[in-house]
């Protein structure tokens, strides 16, 4: 009998594991769902607003990967899942599956604030990048605010002042807002302080300790600060996995990413992987990042083969190359095989990065010529 596996999500988890899958070789009856038609190379949307990046250079069709792979495509919205009677629902109707692999990723987290999500803009894939690249290019704006200063507010802040930098026109006001005492979480001090250098030398205002109480149309409340009469709002101040997981009854942290073990299972018929996944190495839970999410959607891909040929599965052993926060103006940086690196260097080791991970020779050669460009 030929096996139902079914993924979740087509991106990069979603697609190594669809890969691997075909690779093995195996008979199988594969469907990929995503609710998007394209897997959106994330790291790099910011870049679309500073840089110029031609978004299109980030957007890869699902459907193609399937073509190659020998999955089915369906482009509908995951509603719910039932672990117990292994069936996945969509507005299109339930299918049924031996196999499932949660790889769905995560979104923008606007902790039920439907006033901030209706009132802001966000940068989950291509589309977004360009609804917020045609605004810039709109004059009469006083202020822009990047609502959180992770890894995202932060990127997406620097891309804003390079562009407002390169305009014939006074300079507005940019400014990131983190609720925290300080922008980019956990990172190490070294690091936070290296950036808030540069966000200083770019003219982007750091206020932390304050939140964004209030958007009502071109009018920005935010605690401690007076009134901003015209303002535009990009919201980055966190994500959360898909609402689907947030119904799931099944143990999760409060982003809502499913803990598994340490062979991505949630249980011998559903495994888990990327940012979806919450997974312990050691004394500490993984940061979502692209490089584990392509491991473990083959790791999970390569369990699952391994359990309908009857073989041993395989232990999820991350490999951690490091990580990189890529400024627009170039003066980056971050942490490779254990080793700092700071300003261009490490603006070019994040884009070759992302040209050996784009998923194909067309994505490659467009950002190559956008980045020249």
């Known amino acids: 009998m030929t096996n139902r596996i079914i993924i979740i999500g087509g991106g990069f988890a979603g697609l190594s594991a669809a890969r691997r899958i075909f690779l093995s070789g195996m008979a199988f009856d594969g469907v990929i769902i995503d609710r998007k038609k394209s897997s959106d ?8 607003l500073g840089r110029g990046i031609d978004p299109d250079c980030l957007a890869y069709p699902i459907g193609e990967m399937c073509k190659k792979t020998g999955f089915k495509f369906i482009n509908e919205e995951v509603i719910s899942v039932d672990i117990g009677k292994k069936q996945v629902s969509t507005s299109a109707g339930a299918l049924g599956y031996d196999f499932l692999i949660i790889a769905s990723g995560s979104e923008t987290n606007f902790y039920g604030n439907d006033n901030i999500r209706q009132g802001s803009y966000k940068l989950d894939d291509v589309r977004d ?38 305009q014939k026109l006074p300079r507005p006001r940019i400014m990131i807002v983190e609720r925290s005492a300080d922008i980019l979480g956990p990172l190490p001090e070294w690091m936070k302080s290296y950036v808030r250098s540069n966000l200083e030398r770019l003219k ?8 964004i109480e209030k958007i009502d149309g071109p009018k920005v409340y935010i605690s401690g600060v ?13 994500v959360k996995t898909a609402g689907f997981i947030q119904n799931l009854d099944v143990k999760k942290n409060p982003q ?16 888990v992987a990327g940012d979806a996944s919450y997974v312990r190495h050691g004394d500490i839970f993984l940061r979502m990042s692209v490089q584990f999410a392509i491991a473990q959607g083959d790791c999970a891909a390569r369990n699952i083969v391994n359990t309908i ?18 400024m627009a103006n170039n003066i980056s940086c971050g942490t490779v095989f254990g080793i700092n690196v700071k300003g261009i260097l490490a603006t070019l080791l994040h884009f070759a990065m992302c040209l050996y991970r784009s998923w194909s020779l067309k994505n490659r050669i467009c950002l190559m010529r956008s980045l020249i460009h």
Request: charged letters at 25%; hydrophobic letters at 40%.
């Open 41 to 48: 190379f994330l790291p790099v949307l910011p870049d679309c």
């Open 309 to 326: 040929k009857s073989a041993k599965l395989r232990k999820y052993k991350p490999v951690d190359l490091g990580y990189i926060i890529p």
């Open 129 to 166: 990048a360009e609804n917020i690249a045609r605004e810039l290019k709109k004059t009469g704006r006083e202020t822009y605010i990047v609502g959180g200063g992770g890894y995202t507010g932060v990127e997406v802040a620097a891309n804003l002042a390079i562009f407002l930098n390169s």
């Open 226 to 238: 007076p009134v901003l009469n015209n303002a535009l709002v990009i919201w980055a101040a966190g």
């Open 256 to 271: 809502g990413r499913i803990e598994v073990d340490e062979y991505l299972r949630l249980d011998k018929n559903c495994f």
């Open 204 to 211: 982007v205002e750091v206020l932390t300790g304050s939140q």
